[in-house]
């Protein structure tokens, strides 16, 4: 079965810095893998995806993020954190059915 | 994207009793499901609802407890049976309608407060 992993339960940055929210997956093949973020008293919104093609992946809110095959990730990067950006990211991955996995979550805190 | 909505948004409900939750989609999809997101938690798959025929539910829950209908393509009930203060959770609706990507899109989510 599938399983997705994120390490960092909780990330501190300050606005403008650089943000890296690590996922490391466990699937003998080529995954389905996704990024969601859930804002406060807000709904799961996609943030970006990947099942094929190009390895690095551009989604929504300047965020994007790379499959590595050799090392099982998806990190999530952003070169400029906003306020705005705090919340909670999960990591999501599928195997050949519609189920996804979901990570346990990092909450991203941002410092003015 | 679909647009998903759930009815009620939130409720407080006394132990023993039931609660159904309404998921409705503004276009017809191919898969629906029903998650918990226990407080302070991540999301947990409950069933997958299947249109015309029963839910297929995850390890550690059943039917008798989380009941689930699926009458058309657009439209499903997620039934929160006999509830105690450990169903306290949000319970979310998705949906999937991509044979490709399997990309699924949330509901807002139903807060449920059990005293």
């Known amino acids: 079965a599938q399983s997705v992993t994120q390490p960092d339960i909780h990330i501190t940055v300050s606005e403008g810095a650089s943000l890296e929210l690590r996922c490391n997956y466990s699937y003998g093949a080529t995954p389905y893998l996704f990024w969601y973020v859930q804002s406060p008293g807000q709904g799961l919104q996609l943030l970006l995806k990947y099942f094929s093609g190009d390895t690095l992946v551009q989604g929504i809110k300047g965020f994007e993020a790379e499959f590595k095959r050799s090392q099982s990730s998806f990190n999530l990067r952003k070169p400029s954190v906003h306020w705005s950006d705090a919340a909670e990211y999960f990591c999501l991955t599928g195997a050949g059915s519609y189920q996804l996995t979901f990570g346990k979550g990092t909450k991203l805190s941002v410092i003015p | 994207s679909a647009v998903i909505s759930q009815k009620p948004s939130r409720d407080i409900c006394q132990r023993g009793t039931s609660l159904t939750i309404q998921c409705q989609v503004d276009s017809q999809v191919t898969m629906m499901f029903w998650y918990r997101q226990q407080p302070g938690q991540s999301l947990t798959l409950i069933a997958t609802?299947?249109?015309?025929?029963?839910?297929?539910?995850e390890s550690g829950f059943v039917i008798d407890k989380f009941p689930i209908s699926r009458p058309n393509l657009t439209f499903s009930t997620l039934t929160v049976s006999n509830m105690s203060p450990e169903d306290s959770s949000i319970y979310l609706c998705?949906?999937?309608?991509?044979?490709?990507?399997?990309?699924?899109?949330f509901g807002p989510g139903t807060r449920l407060t059990v005293l």
């Open positions: 609802a299947n249109q015309g025929s029963e839910a297929t539910y």
């Open positions: 998705s949906v999937s309608d991509s044979l490709v990507s399997r990309e699924q899109f």
